[in-house]
């Protein structure tokens, strides 16, 4: 079985009435109010339903079901269903016996909302038919369809900041030049001469103290100065060893050897 033979419910409101059309005197269109809206025809549910790209609005008995007439719409709007002049509750419906006979009928609906959905489900239904016709000509000629055209239109120029992208590039090398250390700190490079970074000491040990004022031996008469501090012979400890070292003869070569110039 086909897709389109498979029968969908589009619509359903559960109470409309019928009225008998009189001949439309000009091309001005259908007025309700020429109807006689206090006595209608027929009273009744519609229903909506499609099959295929053809679209069916069927008058029913609303207990029974009994169909009392139904308008084939081939394309909307269109001839099949006219809206009224003077209304926007009031339809003009085509409707076919099936044998060839022909009739135009006055349809309205109690409710002004059930008359936008009576209109707006035989529009969406033939916007899907118009999309699959569309879609069925591009599946037969692909080369027909839109082409996304990316070139450059006549007078129509791109920049592209250089300045910006070189600074980028220069930053990037500069990071990479100089290594990180922890934490995310750069470490430079020890001055020449030296023995490398100060090495911090490890949790737990003190670094060597120096004689505070306290502990130095104090003078028998106040206004003598202090003597200056002189290494022991038999210390084990040179507290100014260091400091001799770094102004000794190696640090002389180094400054002959690399110019450095030592204040």
């Not at 109807?35 to 609303?62: C, H, V, Y």
């Not at 349809?107 to 059930?114: I, S």
Request: include cysteine.
């Amino acid at each position: 079985m086909a897709d389109g033979d498979y029968e969908s419910v589009l619509c359903v409101k559960p109470e409309v009435h019928v009225y008998r059309v009189p001949p439309r005197a000009s091309n001005r269109g259908h007025r309700a109010a020429e109807w006689q809206l206090d006595q209608p025809a027929w009273s009744g549910r519609l229903r909506i339903t499609s099959k295929g790209k053809m679209a069916f609005i069927k008058l029913e008995d609303k207990t029974t079901g009994e169909l009392f007439a139904q308008a084939p719409v081939d394309q909307f709007p269109g001839i099949a269903v006219e809206s009224v002049t003077d209304s926007s509750r009031y339809f003009v419906v085509r409707i076919e016996d099936g044998n060839g006979r022909r009739a135009f009928i006055g349809v309205g609906f109690v409710d002004r909302g059930d008359a936008f959905d009576f209109n707006v489900a035989l529009q969406d239904h033939f916007k899907w038919v118009r999309q699959q016709s569309e879609f069925a000509k591009q599946a037969q000629n692909p080369e027909q369809g839109p082409k996304l055209d990316l070139s450059f239109k006549e007078g129509q120029t791109i920049k592209l900041n250089i300045a910006n992208m070189k600074k980028k590039e220069g930053a990037a090398a500069s990071s990479r030049s100089h290594p990180a250390g922890p934490g995310g700190l750069s470490l430079l490079p020890p001055p020449p001469g030296g023995k490398g970074p100060a090495m911090i000491p490890p949790l737990g040990e003190q670094p060597p103290s120096f004689p505070t004022h306290s502990q130095l031996p104090g003078p028998a008469n106040p206004d003598t100065p202090l003597p200056w501090p002189q290494p022991s012979a038999t210390a084990t400890t040179d507290v100014w060893g260091d400091f001799a070292r770094a102004s000794g003869s190696a640090s002389s070569q180094n400054q002959q050897s690399t110019g450095w110039v030592q204040f």
